[in-house]
Structures are given as structure tokens and as C-alpha cells.
């Protein structure tokens, strides 16, 4: 057992969350192996997020990599991303020799590992400095000690460092333009910096943003600005000793200093250098230090996240790593940016930096309505404006900027999930379903993406006019497949708020579209003693021969994105019934899902496959949703850097295998939760308000994790699903009793599935071509 560290006497913890989660938090976790997390310096919902940026000659998505060159450390990052890097920029890189070409590109070695943990990060670069980093909402602490042989250290500040990208795919972050001012007192001693960086594309093909920076140094300094375009030969030529330079050629300027120990503090906004100053000395004040900073990076995470789920089993500090670690890594983005939006003015909140509702849709935002649910409802709020005020919401935004959409219109499904769970607030539900209208009936203008020039993915459905006229989607649009069982959802969604809103018209026709992803279903398509798969559709309307288990190219232009058809052809959740029919029944669908698991089918490291191993729940066997969703928990997540099966995507792995430890998981835009196996004898949610969820289960073991019984508020249960009502809303009990062997418990009803049989009230629109 752990010893328990307690919290400063500052906070405002509560005895329950005395304990210190933090400590359980390692921020190194998923930034190696394709994981991509960010384990820089934090806040949850941070702007800042400031850590190092690494050199290896391929891309840095969250700036670090394991191995390479440092080539400064920035203030601005994503987390778990893939796709091509954003961000990376307002860097400081220090030096020790005399630099003699600011406009070379200075790196430098690793001399040891990386230390990282809440609020604070620390590198040992080649040349024997230290770089220790603490971060605020807004702002930033570089604390440097240079080797004390150092006779005159030097930091260099490139407002033209950005994260490229070797992809070659025309997807590489570009510096447009910059402008730095060294602010110098009478006698000629700098006292500040400020200025901006403009900077463009990335992932989404952003156009030219802007972020200003204000920085402080602790340490008088002399300088020399400089402007140039490309390295030269020569030395010293680019210098100028102007204070002010401002080109669309790199700027920047390097401070030498006689001290071997320099601390700065930088600010960062969106909308001037003077809101960044103001920024840097609300947050950070002159006398703060780093370790003040990581005390207060503790409280933050503790009250904000960490602390919302609890437990009193310390039995098994891996599993507590596992829990408070991927709680963590789910919370680093979207980023609130309320108050630094340089677009529009509005009283609504503004977020940022949304990593894909493609990812995320699935179980991670319902996770945070449950974490979060005051910063929650601030971003559906945010969502609904940047609709108000750009036309569409995004499926995937950063750099205030709509992009890339990969599948359907995926912001309908979150706000359908808000809406079936009650947040209501000061969320203007009109308005949001005016905006579900809009992804359900305006096809987005072209933004000719090189990827896939059929049509916009920007926003909105790109593939709609397909989708209108015949209830499915041909081969002349991109991700035809795919995007069909996605728009399917995304008009459940729609179904479900038009219900809520009592538009009893949109709710029938909704969930009528919502039925054609059986248009697309080829019930010739045939896998080993299965027939009948989600299939591409050729122009005239014929179905093409499609192997079940291969995607081609499964990228943007092809017919299925990143998963198998056979990946696909499971997710249709608001109908279930009919899917389960389509696959040939229950006998057959049972064995399709073990399918998935012999033959290395399901991806543990996608998305598309996230809900697979729970649909034993529709078919009687929660014993194999069991199996599956606690051995790939087990065998594919460990609380280390290596230790994500695929990309974070912005937290959204992290989010499943946290649903895997509670038992539970989301059918995102219903209130259904399908039931798995907790992993703790006993654990709280803290729902807010004084409401809790609390689980428990007993005779658990890792040998014994079947479930045998199930009390929910006390009451024996049948079910293998419980809704939000039951549990949720007001807080609620769920008492399991685990054993090593399956037995069949949940004899009850299956989980509804609202689109299928008696529970639909339309049948699908006639299709030109000719139907089973
Ligand atoms: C790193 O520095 C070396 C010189 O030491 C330079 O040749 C190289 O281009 C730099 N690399 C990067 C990625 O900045
Ligand atoms: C890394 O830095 C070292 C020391 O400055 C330099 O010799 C080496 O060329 C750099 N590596 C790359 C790939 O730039
Ligand atoms: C650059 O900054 C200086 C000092 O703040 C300002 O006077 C100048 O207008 C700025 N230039 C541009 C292009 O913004
Ligand atoms: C550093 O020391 C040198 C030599 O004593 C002096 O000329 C210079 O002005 C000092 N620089 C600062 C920033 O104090
Ligand atoms: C920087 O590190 C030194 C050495 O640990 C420490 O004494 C100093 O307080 C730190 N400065 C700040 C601003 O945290
Ligand atoms: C602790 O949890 C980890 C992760 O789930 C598991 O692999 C390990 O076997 C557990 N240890 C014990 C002693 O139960
Ligand atoms: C988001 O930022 C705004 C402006 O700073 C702040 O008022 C609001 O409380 C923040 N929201 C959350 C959930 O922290
Ligand atoms: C399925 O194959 C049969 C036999 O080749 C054919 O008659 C039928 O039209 C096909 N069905 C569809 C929907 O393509
Ligand atoms: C196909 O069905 C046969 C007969 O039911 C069975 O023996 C065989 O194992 C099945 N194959 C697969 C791959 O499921």
C-alpha cells in the first residue's frame, strides 16, 4: 500500500480527495509508440501547453518524441494527434556557445531522460543546460541553468519556430510572417518582449492565424534582434540592433545574458501583445517560482478532474496509474479559449482545438459531460456559436479554424447526447438543432482538399447530395461507405433532439434517414460463413464486389476511411435489432463479433471499432463483452510511454479503457449504457450537486471478472444495460458480484435499439436499384 501525500493546506479539497492523485498521474504515458500525448506542462483546459519540440525527421505531433534534437521549447501544442503536427510555436531555445547565425537552426542533444509530471517538465540538453518548465492558463515558466563554465548563455527567441511536417503530403505548418519588439529600459536593459507569430495549414489546412507573445526575462540581458529568410554563411549579418522587427521573413532576437541561471516568464492570447502581457501578469507573477506553479497545477487537475472519480481500493498502484493517468490524457484538450477569440465578439464561451468529434463522439465526450460538466456545457455553447457565426460547427477545429472532417457531421451526435441527458443551461437548444439542421440538409461548399476533391472536408456532410436523393452513398464521394453508416447516425441524432423539441414532423423524417444505412448494406458481400456487409455503391447505383476485410487504400479518397468494412459494418447503434437481422441473427452475430477477435479483425487502435466488443450485450452474452473488453484493457493499455494501442486522438483511447475500468459504455445520442466489469472493489463518480455514482463489486480477482449478479439502487437486475436516468441523472448504486466462471445473468431485455421494429415509426425511402 502507498503512503498518501496531503495537499497543501491551501486547497480547497474536500477530506474525501485528501489523498494525492496527482502522484498517480505519468504524463510520459502514450508519448512514444504512436501514442503522441503531450507530457509538457499543463492546465486542464489550458491554453498553454508548453513543452519541448524534438527533431527526429519525422513528424512531432505533440512536439516530443523519445529520441533527437530539441529545437525549443513552445508554448502552444496538441496532444494525441495524428495526421500532420499544429502548433509548436512562441518557442525559446537556449545556447551556450556565442551564436553566430541566429537564422541557423539551433539544436541540440538529450543528455538524459526527460522528467515529467503534473505542472511540471524538466529536459537535460547535450550541452549540460537544464530547461525546466511550469505552466498557467495563459502563460508560462522557463526556469534555465547553464553549465556554470558557461561565460555568456544565451537565449535565442525564433518567431518563425513552428512543428513541421514530413509527411509530404502539402500538409507542413508554414511561418507567414512575425514581429518582435524588444521593450528596453533607459539604460538600454530589456525588460520585456513582445510581438506576434502568423502561421498557417497543418491538419485542417488552416489559413493564416495569429498568436502574440509577451515575454519577461529575470536577468538583465543585452541583444540583438534579427530578420532574415534563409541561414547564411556569413556571421552576424542578420543582427540588427533595432527593437522592432517586423517581416514576413523570419524574426526574432537572442538575449545574452552573464548569469547561469535565467528564469522567464512568457504570455500567450489570441488577440494582441498587450492582452498576452496582461495574460503573463495576472498568471504569474514576478516572484512565482515553478515549484509554486506545480502546487498549484496539483489543486487545478485535482479539483477540476482527478477528483472526480474516487476510490478506497489502493490495492493496485498499476491500476490506479491506469485510471488518474487516462483521466488526465483525456482532459488536455479541447482548450478554453473564452475571451481570446479574435473572430467574433460574443457573450458565448469559445473552445478550441477539437481532435476529432470523429474520435471523440464515440465514448469520450459523454465522458466529459460526466467529468466536466460546467466546462461541457460551455463547449456544446461554443459549438452552437461558432454555427452562428461561421455557418457550420466543426467536426474537428483548431487554430480557430473548421477542419478536417473524416466521416460524418459528427457534432450532431454530441449535442444529441447532451440533449437526451439533460443539459440544458444556458444552452440554447433552438439554436443548437438549427445547426443539426444545417449538417442534415446544406451540402458545405467545395474546399477542394487534395486528399479528396469530391467535396468539402471542412464541415457539414460533404457527401449530402448523394445522401438526399437516394438514401445512400455512390462512389463519386470520397469515404462513401463510411460516411454513409456515419450520416445515418448523425440523422438519429437529429431524430432524437427533434423529439425532445416536439418538432414531431423532423423527429419521423429523421429517423427515417436514419434508417438508410440498410441501402448500403450488399447482402452478396461474403467473408469466410458470413454474408452481407456495408458495401460500396457505383454511380448507376449497383453494388461493387468489396472484400469484407480489406479497406484498399482507406484513406480519404477511398471507399471506407481507416477501418475494414467488416469494422463498419457493426456500427450501426441506433438499430441494432435490424443490424443483428442483416448479419443473419443473434447466432450469427455472436459469432461475427468473436470473429473480430480470432481473426485480429477489431481495432483495439481505432475508433470505428470502440463499441464492437459491447454488442454481445444486444445478443445475451455480456460474458463475452466481458472477455474481450478486459483482455485487449488489459493486454493493450499500460500506464507507460509505450503503453497506448494507436493514437491518444485527443484522449479518446484513453476515454475507452476508462469506461472499460468503470463497467460501463456509452451509446452515444441515448441514454443507454451497456454493462461491463469493473475493475475495483469500490469507486465513486461524483456527479456534482452532491450526486455520486457509486460502484462496487465483490469476489472480483484478474481471474474473477465474470459478472454473476448485479444490484442497481439495490434492486436485483436482469438487464445488461442501465440508462442515464437509472444511474446517472441523481446519482446512484451499482453492486456487483464477479466470479472466475461466465453465468448467464442478464436474462432481461435487450438494450433498446430506437430505429429498429416496432420502435421506428417510418420505413426507408425506395432505392433506385433493386433490394433484397
Ligand atoms: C541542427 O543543427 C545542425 C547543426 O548543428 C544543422 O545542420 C541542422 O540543420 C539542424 N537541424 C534542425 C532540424 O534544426
Ligand atoms: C543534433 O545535435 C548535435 C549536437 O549539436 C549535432 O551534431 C547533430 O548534427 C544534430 N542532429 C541532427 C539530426 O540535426
Ligand atoms: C510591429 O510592432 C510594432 C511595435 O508594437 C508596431 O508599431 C508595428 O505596427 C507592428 N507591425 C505590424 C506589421 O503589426
Ligand atoms: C555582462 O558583463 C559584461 C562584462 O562585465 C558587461 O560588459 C555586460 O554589460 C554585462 N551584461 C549584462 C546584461 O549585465
Ligand atoms: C529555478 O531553479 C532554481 C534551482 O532549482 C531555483 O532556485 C529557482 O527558484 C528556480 N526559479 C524559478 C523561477 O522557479
Ligand atoms: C494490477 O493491475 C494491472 C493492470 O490491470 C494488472 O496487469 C496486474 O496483474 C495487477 N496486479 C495484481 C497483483 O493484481
Ligand atoms: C473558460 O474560460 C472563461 C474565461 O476565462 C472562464 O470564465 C470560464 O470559467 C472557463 N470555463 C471553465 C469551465 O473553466
Ligand atoms: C446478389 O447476387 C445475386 C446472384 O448473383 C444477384 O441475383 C442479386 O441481384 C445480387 N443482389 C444485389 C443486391 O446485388
Ligand atoms: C463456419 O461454419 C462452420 C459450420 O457451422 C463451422 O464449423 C466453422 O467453424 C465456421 N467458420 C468460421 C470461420 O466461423
Excluded at 506 to 515: I, W
Aim: include cysteine; aromatic fraction near 12%; charged fraction near 15%.
Amino acid at each position: 500500500m502507498r503512503t498518501l501525500k496531503i495537499l497543501c493546506a491551501c486547497t480547497t479539497l474536500s477530506a474525501a480527495f485528501a489523498q494525492d492523485l496527482t502522484s498517480y498521474v505519468l504524463p510520459d504515458t502514450g508519448d512514444t509508440n504512436g501514442g503522441n500525448t503531450f507530457p509538457g506542462v499543463t492546465l486542464p483546459l489550458g491554453i498553454t501547453k508548453l513543452g519541448p519540440d524534438l527533431y527526429t525527421g519525422s513528424d512531432s505531433y505533440s512536439g516530443y518524441q523519445a529520441t533527437g534534437n530539441f529545437t525549443g521549447f513552445s508554448m502552444l501544442h496538441e496532444s494525441g494527434t495524428g495526421g500532420a503536427p499544429k502548433y509548436g510555436v512562441v518557442s525559446q531555445m537556449p545556447w551556450t556557445k556565442a551564436v553566430e547565425n541566429p537564422l541557423l537552426d539551433h539544436n541540440e542533444t538529450r543528455a538524459a531522460t526527460d522528467v515529467t509530471r503534473i505542472g511540471y517538465y524538466k529536459a537535460a540538453l547535450g550541452s549540460g543546460t537544464v530547461v525546466e518548465l511550469g505552466a498557467t492558463k495563459r502563460a508560462g515558466l522557463y526556469n534555465y541553468t547553464f553549465p556554470s563554465t558557461t561565460t555568456s548563455p544565451n537565449i535565442i527567441v525564433d518567431v518563425s519556430h513552428v512543428l513541421p511536417s514530413y509527411r509530404g503530403q502539402g500538409l507542413g505548418q508554414s511561418y507567414r510572417r512575425g514581429n518582435m519588439t524588444v521593450v528596453v529600459s533607459a539604460d538600454g536593459i530589456p525588460t520585456r518582449y513582445e510581438g506576434f507569430g502568423s502561421y498557417d495549414n497543418g491538419w485542417n489546412r488552416a489559413p493564416e492565424w495569429t498568436v502574440y507573445f509577451c515575454g519577461y526575462f529575470d536577468q538583465p540581458s543585452n541583444f540583438k534582434t534579427f530578420q532574415g529568410t534563409a541561414p547564411l554563411a556569413t556571421t552576424l549579418a542578420e543582427y540588427s540592433t533595432s527593437t522592432t522587427v517586423t517581416s514576413d521573413s523570419r524574426v526574432g532576437a537572442v538575449f545574452t545574458f552573464n548569469s547561469t541561471r535565467v528564469a522567464s516568464r512568457v504570455g500567450v492570447s489570441f488577440t494582441s501583445s498587450a492582452q498576452a502581457c496582461n495574460n503573463v501578469e495576472a498568471e504569474i507573477k514576478v516572484e512565482s517560482t515553478l515549484a509554486n506553479l506545480e502546487e498549484d497545477a496539483k489543486v487545478a487537475w485535482t479539483n477540476d478532474v482527478l477528483s472526480k472519480v474516487t476510490t478506497e481500493d489502493t490495492s493496485n498502484v498499476t491500476q490506479l496509474q491506469l485510471l488518474y493517468t487516462s483521466l488526465y490524457h483525456m482532459s488536455i484538450i479541447p482548450t478554453n479559449k473564452t475571451g481570446e477569440n479574435p473572430l467574433w465578439t460574443s457573450s458565448e464561451p469559445y473552445y478550441d482545438d477539437i481532435f476529432t468529434f470523429w474520435d471523440l463522439f464515440r465514448c469520450t465526450t459523454s465522458l466529459f459531460h460526466i467529468i466536466q460538466p460546467a466546462a461541457y456545457e460551455e463547449f456544446i455553447r461554443s459549438l452552437v456559436d461558432i454555427w452562428r457565426n461561421e455557418g457550420f460547427m466543426p467536426d474537428a477545429r483548431s487554430s480557430f479554424w473548421n477542419g478536417a472532417t473524416q466521416g460524418g457531421s459528427n457534432a450532431d451526435n454530441v449535442l444529441a447526447d447532451a440533449y437526451v441527458k439533460g443539459v440544458r443551461g444556458a444552452v440554447n437548444w433552438e439554436d443548437a438543432y438549427s445547426a443539426m439542421v444545417t449538417d442534415a440538409e446544406v451540402v458545405p461548399a467545395n474546399n477542394n482538399d487534395p486528399r479528396d476533391k469530391s467535396s468539402s472536408t471542412k464541415e457539414g456532410r460533404g457527401a449530402l447530395p448523394d445522401w438526399l436523393e437516394h438514401g445512400y452513398i455512390t462512389t463519386t464521394y470520397g469515404r462513401s461507405v463510411s460516411r454513409a453508416i456515419e450520416y445515418a447516425g448523425n440523422d438519429f441524432a437529429l431524430h432524437q433532439v427533434a423529439s425532445g423539441l416536439e418538432k414531431t414532423e423532423d423527429a419521423a423524417k429523421y429517423l427515417s434517414r436514419s434508417q438508410n444505412w440498410r441501402n448500403q448494406w450488399n447482402p452478396n458481400m461474403t467473408h469466410g460463413n458470413f454474408t452481407g456487409f456495408l458495401g460500396p455503391i457505383n454511380p448507376s447505383g449497383a453494388f461493387i464486389n468489396q472484400d469484407p476485410v480489406s479497406c484498399g487504400g482507406c484513406y480519404w479518397g477511398d471507399y471506407y476511411y481507416e477501418a475494414l468494412p467488416i469494422e463498419y459494418s457493426f456500427n450501426a447503434h441506433h438499430d441494432m435489432e435490424h443490424l443483428i437481422e442483416l448479419s443473419g441473427g443473434t447466432d450469427a452475430f455472436i459469432q461475427r463479433l468473436e470473429l473480430m477477435f480470432t481473426d485480429n479483425l477489431f481495432n483495439p487502435g481505432n475508433e470505428p471499432s470502440f463499441t464492437t466488443p459491447y454488442l454481445f450485450n444486444f445478443v445475451g452474452r455480456q460474458d463475452r463483452t466481458v472477455y474481450h473488453t478486459r483482455s485487449v484493457a488489459k493486454t493493450r493499455y499500460a500506464p507507460t510511454p509505450g503503453g497506448l494501442p494507436g493514437n491518444s486522438d485527443a484522449g479518446a483511447m484513453e476515454s475507452w479503457v476508462l469506461w472499460v475500468m468503470l463497467g460501463l459504455y456509452p451509446l452515444t445520442g441515448q441514454t443507454t449504457f451497456l454493462i461491463g466489469s469493473p475493475w475495483f472493489s469500490d469507486l465513486t463518480i461524483h456527479l456534482g450537486g452532491g450526486r455520486d455514482l457509486r460502484i462496487t463489486t465483490t469476489g472480483g480477482g484478474e481471474d474473477a471478472y465474470y459478472v454473476q449478479s448485479l444490484r442497481v439502487n439495490g434492486q436485483a437486475w436482469d438487464k445488461a444495460w442501465v440508462s442515464w436516468d437509472d444511474v446517472f441523472a441523481d446519482g446512484g448504486t451499482l453492486d456487483f458480484v464477479l466470479g472466475a466462471e461466465p453465468v448467464r445473468w442478464d436474462t432481461g431485455p435487450p438494450p433498446p435499439s430506437p430505429a429498429s421494429g416496432s420502435g421506428s415509426t417510418a420505413s426507408p425511402r425506395k432505392v433506385k436499384r433493386s433490394r433484397p
